[in-house]
Antibody, heavy 122, light 110 residues
Framework: EVQLVESGGVVVQPGGSLRLSCAASGFTFDDYTMHWVRQAPGKGLEWVSLISWDGGSTYYADSVKGRFTISRDNSKNSLYLQMNSLRTEDTALYYC???????????????WGQGTLVTVSS | QSALTQPASVSGSPGQSITISCTGTSSDVGGYNYVSWYQQHPGKAPKLMIYDVSNRPSGVSNRFSGSKSGNTASLTISGLQAEDEADYYCSSYTSSSKGVFGGGTKLTVL
């Protein structure tokens, strides 16, 4: 059974930093591209970032580019999101999501975690 | 990248069919067949319902179908059931190699 478990969400002040983690199990982690998707309270979904299976390719939404860094450790079956220069508008539930295809990235998210809540507030 | 455009809400009675539209541009929906749809119940993670415009993952009811014409993709749910009441989001690959979601549509089963 595929499982994705996020952690690391807390209350942080504007301008602060935070690192989210996602522990994966139930599939061959290093075969798949992984994504972070966020959802502000009461709002819609927003794609944040992706990292290819080998970490060689990364992409970011314009809203986070230059502030967030996605990474992975395939030896630990783990995905990370380093978040710097946080803004109030970054407040959201952050989901870790697995890409559907093992050969590339499709932006089809076939498994999701339950999310970890990041609140940016003074 | 701008969010894809979806109606804020749609409604239908049990047994009826409804369609949710998702309008983008030639740089996303219109330019690629990488369109997907997600169902999200309150307090739950989204669930993949449609990929590649019209394909259903294993386990998804055949009451759910997808299509695309030009820059607009559509999700149709036939034989509406109470458990279909949820938020629905479309998503597309974009020409900048990024992903984009629609704003979401709240489906109410009357």
């Amino acid at each position: 059974e595929v499982q994705l478990v996020e952690s690391g969400g807390v209350v942080v002040q504007p301008g602060g930093s935070l690192r989210l983690s996602c522990a994966a199990s139930g599939f061959t982690f290093d075969d798949y591209t992984m994504h972070w998707v966020r959802q502000a309270p009461g709002k819609g979904l927003e794609w944040v970032s992706l990292i290819s299976w080998d970490g060689g390719s990364t992409y970011y939404a314009d809203s986070v580019k230059g502030r967030f860094t996605i990474s992975r450790d395939n030896s630990k079956n783990s995905l990370y999101l380093q978040m710097n220069s946080l803004r109030t508008e970054d407040t959201a539930l952050y989901y870790c999501a697995k890409d559907f295809d093992s050969s590339s990235w499709t932006y089809y998210f076939d498994y999701w975690g339950q999310g970890t809540l990041v609140t940016v507030s003074s | 990248q701008s969010a894809l455009t979806q109606p804020a809400s749609v409604s239908g009675s049990p047994g009826q069919s409804i369609t949710i539209s998702c309008t983008g541009t030639s740089s996303d929906v219109g330019g690629y067949n990488y369109v997907s749809w997600y169902q999200q119940h309150p307090g739950k993670a989204p669930k993949l319902m449609i990929y590649d415009v019209s394909n259903r993952p294993s386990g998804v009811s055949n009451r759910f179908s997808g299509s695309k014409s030009g820059n607009t993709a559509s999700l149709t749910i036939s034989g509406l059931q109470a458990e279909d009441e949820a938020d629905y989001y479309c998503s597309s690959y974009t020409s900048s190699s990024k992903g984009v979601f629609g704003g979401g549509t709240k489906l109410t089963v009357l």
